[in-house]
């Protein structure tokens, strides 16, 4: 059989990721977004959002690119699109409706509802958005019945699990494969489509649509759930005097807990843990199964109480009161090695301390025009050392490495004050104290 050509409907994160990685595995990919500038950046073969090693492997493929293998085009047309695909996966976002906690599935729905019509032969579509479970049956129904193919016109639900950060490593060299399918044709073509991790020992799990729909949100959940878990801990290190994180090291030596996703601090954000684990509730609910799901209620609200427990941190290191205090924020993206600020703890925090008064001055190594976008009133600094410069206290609230090489005596030269706040629990306190800082963290003890 010759290799199917693919297209990807939506170019975010996932999208723009999962095309270029199609290509790389050698497939002919046309990729389509509603977005015209996305469009134009990617036909330039530019990311358009920081992933690394993205633009590299956009650059590698984009027809018209120098030295590209020309295998990774672009269109704003669903005919062409129809035409070329054999495969369609369908990588559009599906984000928090406004207001409530259910999911927006209107682009979705949209995607479908351009493309069906224009599926004149056999063709799979495959869902790889997070959608609510039920959603699959009921977009298999909608392309059968609007594609002139008829139920030539199938669909297939392929979760995606990569992380921001490290796209494209999750993208090639995935941990897992689900698909959810209604027949063996999707599955003949989707093992075909991922020959090459699956021979690099990848596991393919062949599922139904719920149980693949579920997968993703239950994966995600649990994650939010084991992020909250340590973060409940260190509330309760912080009444008793304990370690949160000497406790996180020792519990998660018990392989059956884990090391991982043991951090605590400002808690969890992003376009997808947040959003995600609110749709599952609000499913569930639809779904008459909500107290299955009454934890994950408390796995949000421990996490947005820690968001708050660092504006209390920074207003007792201020000795009572944030109004006219200078705060340096060092980190806006919702974690490292992105340049995401959806739904961002740092800039959570940062917002809520300018809110009361405080003069707030942020930091970030690839979320600056991002965070000045979302958050145009903060103060922004070209760098840590810039931020710092005159602060009352020094808030780190977003990971990246460059943070962890910062020198505390040369940081310390430029602040009013020698007091840094850990919201990640990633700095090490001893060479903070050591050079005169005092030195705080959430669910840590105070020396
Ligand atoms: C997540 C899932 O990990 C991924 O599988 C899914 O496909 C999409 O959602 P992502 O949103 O990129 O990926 O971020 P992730 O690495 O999971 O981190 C989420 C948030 O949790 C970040 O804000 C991070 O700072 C926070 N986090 C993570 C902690 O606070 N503590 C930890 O121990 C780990």
């Known amino acids: 059989m010759a290799s199917p050509r693919i297209t990807v409907i939506g ?92 999911c927006d599935m209107s682009y979705v729905d949209r995607a479908v509802d351009s493309l069906a019509p224009h599926l004149e032969r056999p063709a799979l579509v495959v869902g790889k958005s997070t959608v609510p479970v039920g959603s699959a049956e009921r977009l298999a129904a909608r ?33 897992r494969i689900v698909i959810g399918v209604g027949g063996p044709r999707a599955e003949a073509l989707l093992r075909d489509v991922y020959a090459t991790p699956v021979a690099e020992g990848t596991p393919f799990l062949v599922t139904d649509f719920p149980t693949a729909e579920l997968v993703k949100t239950s994966a995600n959940s649990f994650l939010a759930t084991k992020i909250s878990f340590i973060n409940a801990m260190a509330e309760v290190c912080e009444a008793a005097g304990g370690d949160v994180v000497k406790l996180a090291e020792a519990i998660g030596h018990d392989d059956r807990i884990g090391r991982k996703f043991l951090r605590a601090g400002i808690g969890f954000g992003g376009g997808c843990l947040p959003k995600d684990i ?14 299955a799901l009454t934890f994950l209620r408390e796995v949000d609200s421990i996490n947005m109480r820690r968001r708050a427990q660092m504006v209390e941190l920074a207003r007792e290191a201020l ?19 992105s340049d995401d600020v959806r739904d961002s703890p740092a800039l959570n925090v940062a917002g809520q301390l300018h809110l009361q008064g405080a003069q707030v001055t942020v930091y970030d190594p690839k979320g600056m025009h991002n965070a000045r ?53 990633t700095l090490d306190p001893t060479l903070w104290r050591k050079a005169g800082w005092t030195f705080r963290a959430l669910g840590r003890p105070t020396l």
């Open 143 to 175: 392309i059968a019945a609007l594609a002139p193919a008829g139920a030539d016109a199938e669909l297939a639900w392929n979760p995606e699990f990569l992380r921001e950060g490290f796209a494209v490593k999750d993208t090639l060299h995935p941990d």
């Open 319 to 337: 000795g009572g009161a944030l109004l006219g205090k200078r705060i340096a924020v060092l980190g806006a993206t919702f974690k490292p090695d």
């Open 11 to 102: 170019l975010g994160y996932l999208g723009a990721t999962h095309a270029a990685a199609m290509a790389e595995l050698g497939f002919e990919v046309l990729g389509l977004d509603v977005v015209p500038e996305k469009m134009r950046k990617l036909e330039q073969g530019s990311a358009p959002m920081f992933e690394p090693g993205l633009e590299e492997l956009l650059r590698s493929h984009v027809a018209g690119v120098e030295g590209s293998s020309g295998r990774l085009r672009f269109t704003d047309s669903w005919e062409e699109i129809a035409a070329f695909g054999d495969i369609h996966f369908l990588c559009v976002n599906t984000p928090q409706k406004h207001g409530e906690y259910g």
């Open 373 to 425: 976008a979302v958050f145009p009133t903060l103060g922004y600094a070209p760098s840590a050392l810039d931020a710092a410069r005159g602060a009352d206290v020094v808030l780190h609230l977003t990971e990246w490495a460059e943070f962890k090489e910062l020198d505390p005596a040369a940081l310390g030269d430029v602040t009013a004050a020698r007091h840094i706040l850990d919201g990640r629990n």
């Open 278 to 291: 609110r749709a599952f509730m609000a499913r569930a609910g639809e779904l008459g199964a909500s107290e």
